[in-house]
């Protein structure tokens, strides 16, 4: 019998499609053996808890979109972001990788790339941010999705999108060929600048009508849009963060025809709504596309139940407090993005699998299963089994925490959930057979984390 890593032992041990308490051996960074006799190194004892692929979030922005003098930018790099997702169970990310300003997408994920391999703390992929749609960009296309990068992400939402949609869609359609999955930001530009307008001529300057400037209508028609183009092109679509019942409505039509259409909600758009926006500092909630009403918390809550929802994940951007409730910006211009890498895994957990939301083969599939296979990962991650990466999260179902954001490793230095009492949490990360992470202290060193290769996209 040879002597393995790391053996974890009399875990229930979960999966998409089942659970059982069997023994996980490790070796080399890899799960090498389920049940039997093993003998190793090092073990854990995981009795009465939970085994579960660690959770692949994917996405997230850890890298800066722009950089200038008196430009503001998010408060979590690599380092600091994958040290929250350690502590919080997710062991692989997706970061946006916007080119800047003279850039072409392949020089911004080559310097994204880099910045990554030097700071991260988990594995890691990045999606190339299409801006212009000019044939130069086009032709990176093929060229991206060949080495590893079968992801491209555009954004409904800026007002350059109109200007150039007929090239948006010649991407999606190089991106159906090329086995690249479009991600798309579903908020139309033109309605939400009128409705800033509308806001503003009525002398409206309260961050309680941040939700005015973005409406459920303007997420509705641009994700309506985002489905002809899948319709159209053929290319499997991916739509970020969506929010409202309205919108996972039309991907329901869109989907029962069969499109490859997917649908991303947010762990904020499950767990809060609109009123949030009537405290005095509402405006920490801001995010994009804002809190909806609590029928559409039930109805997004719905669709992860019946498979609507393909995954959860965080758009982690956080700003500190300070910045997030700067009094010269009106309700338009509120920054949007929080923190959440660190309490997604259990707060879905919490509020999902221990209150018979979901269930526990759900959760793993919506956290981990779905976006390995969706973004080419799958079964290097997203699953428990021999041959796999030993990327696991061992969650113990009785440990309970009161969540204050300021003793979290965010550099936000505040949670949205402050002060909620919270039943699940990570007893030990793992990543590639490496503990990494015990409780809320994280043992991990910059630049451990690792570029995951990805596949062209199989319809799962």
């Given at each position: 019998?040879?002597?393995?890593?790391?053996?974890?032992?009399?875990?229930?041990?979960?999966?998409?499609?089942?659970?059982?308490?069997?023994?996980?051996?490790?070796?080399d960074?890899?799960?090498?053996?389920?049940g039997?006799t093993?003998?190793?190194?090092?073990?854990?004892?995981?009795?009465?808890?939970?085994?579960l692929?660690?959770?692949?979030?994917?996405?997230?922005?850890l890298?800066?979109p722009?950089?200038?003098?008196?430009?503001?930018?998010?408060?979590?790099?690599?380092?600091?972001?994958?040290?929250?997702?350690?502590?919080?169970?997710?062991?692989?990310?997706?970061?946006?990788?916007?080119?800047?300003?003279?850039?072409?997408?392949?020089?911004?994920?080559?310097?994204?790339?880099?910045d990554?391999r030097?700071?991260?703390?988990?594995?890691?992929?990045?999606?190339?941010?299409?801006?212009?749609?000019?044939?130069?960009?086009?032709?990176?296309?093929?060229?991206?999705?060949?080495?590893?990068?079968?992801?491209?992400?555009?954004?409904?939402?800026?007002?350059?999108?109109?200007?150039?949609v007929?090239?948006?869609?010649k991407?999606?359609?190089?991106a159906?060929?090329?086995?690249?999955?479009?991600?798309?930001?579903?908020?139309?530009?033109?309605?939400?600048?009128?409705?800033?307008?509308?806001?503003?001529?009525a002398?409206?300057?309260?961050?309680?009508?941040?939700?005015?400037?973005?409406?459920?209508?303007?997420?509705?028609?641009?994700?309506?849009?985002?489905?002809?183009?899948?319709?159209?092109?053929?290319?499997?679509?991916?739509?970020?963060?969506?929010?409202s019942?309205?919108?996972?409505?039309?991907?329901?039509?869109?989907?029962?025809?069969?499109l490859?259409?997917?649908?991303?909600?947010?762990?904020?758009?499950?767990?809060?709504?609109?009123?949030?926006?009537?405290?005095?500092?509402?405006?920490?909630?801001?995010?994009?596309?804002?809190?909806?009403?609590?029928?559409?918390?039930?109805?997004?809550?719905?669709?992860?139940?019946?498979g609507?929802?393909?995954?959860?994940?965080?758009d982690?951007?956080?700003?500190?407090?300070?910045?997030?409730?700067?009094?010269?910006?009106?309700?338009?211009?509120?920054?949007?993005?929080?923190?959440?890498?660190?309490?997604?895994?259990?707060?879905?957990?919490?509020?999902?699998?221990?209150?018979?939301?979901?269930?526990?083969?759900?959760?793993?599939?919506?956290?981990?299963?779905?976006?390995?296979?969706?973004f080419?990962?799958?079964?290097?991650?997203?699953?428990?089994?021999?041959?796999?990466?030993?990327d696991?999260?061992?969650?113990?179902?009785?440990?309970?925490?009161?969540?204050?954001?300021?003793?979290?490793?965010?550099?936000?230095?505040?949670?949205?959930?402050?002060?909620?009492?919270i039943?699940?949490?990570?007893?030990?990360?793992?990543?590639?057979?490496?503990?990494?992470?015990?409780?809320?202290?994280?043992?991990?060193?910059p630049?451990?984390?690792?570029?995951?290769?990805?596949?062209?996209?199989e319809?799962?």
């Open positions: 019998m040879v002597a393995m890593d790391l053996v974890i032992k009399n875990g229930t041990v979960a999966t998409g499609s089942g659970a059982a308490v069997i023994d996980v051996g490790i070796e960074g890899q799960i090498t053996q389920l039997g093993m003998r190793a190194s090092q073990s854990i004892d995981a009795e009465g808890m939970f085994v692929p660690g959770g692949v979030d994917p996405h997230v922005h890298t800066p722009r950089t200038g003098p008196g430009e503001n930018s998010w408060a979590d790099n690599f380092e600091i972001g994958t040290r929250a997702a350690l502590a919080g169970g997710v062991t692989t990310v997706g970061n946006m990788s916007f080119p800047r300003k003279g850039e072409s997408m392949s020089e911004g994920l080559q310097r994204d790339i880099e990554a030097t700071q991260s703390l988990a594995d890691f992929f990045h999606h190339p941010v299409l801006l212009d749609p000019d044939e130069k960009a086009l032709d990176e296309i093929p060229d991206l999705a060949a080495q590893g990068h079968p992801s491209v992400k555009i954004f409904l939402s800026f007002k350059r999108f109109d200007r150039n007929e090239g948006f869609l991407a999606m359609r190089i159906a060929e090329v086995g690249s999955v479009m991600l798309l930001h579903c908020e139309d530009a033109a309605l939400m600048g009128c409705c800033g307008e509308l806001v503003r001529e002398g409206l300057t309260s961050h309680r009508h941040y939700p005015e400037t973005r409406p459920v209508v303007a997420e509705r028609i641009a994700t309506e849009r985002a489905i002809g183009f899948c319709e159209i092109s053929g290319a499997a679509t991916y739509i970020v963060h969506l929010s019942q309205e919108a996972l409505d039309v991907c329901r039509g869109g989907r029962a025809r069969g490859p259409l997917y649908v991303e909600t947010r762990p904020i758009y499950l767990h809060l709504d609109r009123t949030r926006f009537d405290e005095p500092d509402g405006a920490k909630y801001a995010g994009a596309p804002p809190l909806r009403q609590k029928q559409d918390q039930a109805a997004l809550w719905a669709g992860v139940v019946d609507a929802v393909s995954t959860v994940a965080t982690h951007a956080p700003w500190t407090l300070e910045q997030k409730l700067d009094q010269s910006l009106g309700p338009a211009e509120l920054r949007q993005g929080m923190a959440e890498l660190e309490t997604s895994m259990p707060m879905l957990w919490a509020l999902g699998v221990a209150q018979k939301r979901i269930s526990l083969n759900r959760f793993v599939e919506v956290t981990s299963t779905n976006p390995a296979k969706l080419g990962m799958y079964p290097q991650k997203g699953c428990i089994a021999p041959g796999s990466d030993a696991l999260l061992i969650l113990d179902p009785h440990e309970t925490r009161t969540i204050d954001g300021s003793q979290m490793h965010s550099a936000a230095g505040y949670s949205p959930y402050d002060g909620w009492e039943t699940g949490w990570p007893r030990f990360t793992i990543s590639r057979g490496e503990v990494v992470a015990e409780g809320a202290t994280v043992d991990a060193s630049g451990r984390g690792l570029l995951v290769p990805r596949e062209p996209f319809r799962p």
